[in-house]
Structures are given as structure tokens and as C-alpha cells.
Nanobody, 125 residues
Framework: VQLQASGGGLVQAGGSLRLSCQAS????????VAWFRQAPGQEREFVAA????????KYADAVKGRFTISGDNAKKILSLQMISLTPEDTAVYYC???????????????????WGQGTLVTVSS
């Protein structure tokens, strides 16, 4: 399984970005896939997750209403649309996938087996 994240960059506060994660080597629709982020000097934190076969999504409170996670099963691409970005969203964003993630642990990093390399999002004030 390989995950390749892209789409990060520098954006002004209030702007938007769309992150993508190209997956290979897995049956996308049967996995839970998620985005986490890690700001400098901070712990990795959950952003959003989706499990297509269960029809479930989950968002961190800090991003609800601003970020939207989606997946394209045919292309095996996980996306994260981010709007109304603030400097507090500055972080390296990682995509993750797992096929043993139960619903109650969708926000737990340790529940995911596969990780992408991360893409840096910088939001200037």
C-alpha cells in the first residue's frame, strides 16, 4: 500500500486549498481513509476521516464546516477541501489508510496502518 499526498502550499488567511492523496495497492472502498496534521512542536492531530462502505465521515471540531473530506473510489484519490483557512491550520498534512479501523477509532492515529509522506500547508496572516 502506498499513499502519496499533494496539494499543499502557501495561502493567505481566509483562502482555500485542496489536498489530494493518491492511493495504490488497496481496495479503496473497504478502507477507512483519513487526514491528520502536525504543526511544528505539536502532536499529530486528527482532521477528518471517511469510510465509504460504512457511509460514515468524521471531522475534528476545529475544522467542522470548513473542511470537507471525500473519496473517489475509481481513481483511488482521497481529497480534503479546505476553506476559510486560518494560521492555526498551518501544519504538515498526512493521509492515512487502514482496513481494521472501527468507527469509534476513526480519529485515532494508531488505528491506521498506512501513511503518506505529508504535504505542508502554510497559512499566512
Amino acid at each position: 500500500v502506498q499513499l502519496q499526498a499533494s496539494g499543499g502550499g502557501l495561502v493567505q488567511a481566509g483562502g482555500s486549498l485542496r489536498l489530494s492523496c493518491q492511493a495504490s495497492g488497496l481496495t479503496f472502498s473497504t478502507y477507512a481513509v483519513a487526514w491528520f496534521r502536525q504543526a511544528p512542536g505539536q502532536e499529530r492531530e486528527f482532521v477528518a476521516a471517511i469510510h465509504r462502505s460504512r457511509g460514515s465521515t468524521k471531522y475534528a471540531d476545529a475544522v467542522k464546516g470548513r473542511f470537507t473530506i471525500s473519496g473517489d473510489n475509481a481513481k483511488k484519490i482521497l481529497s480534503l477541501q479546505m476553506i476559510s483557512l486560518t494560521p492555526e491550520d498551518t501544519a504538515v498534512y498526512y493521509c492515512a489508510a487502514g482496513n481494521r479501523v472501527i468507527s469509534s477509532r476513526m480519529s485515532v492515529a494508531a488505528a491506521y496502518d498506512y501513511w503518506g509522506q505529508g504535504t505542508l500547508v502554510t497559512v499566512s496572516s
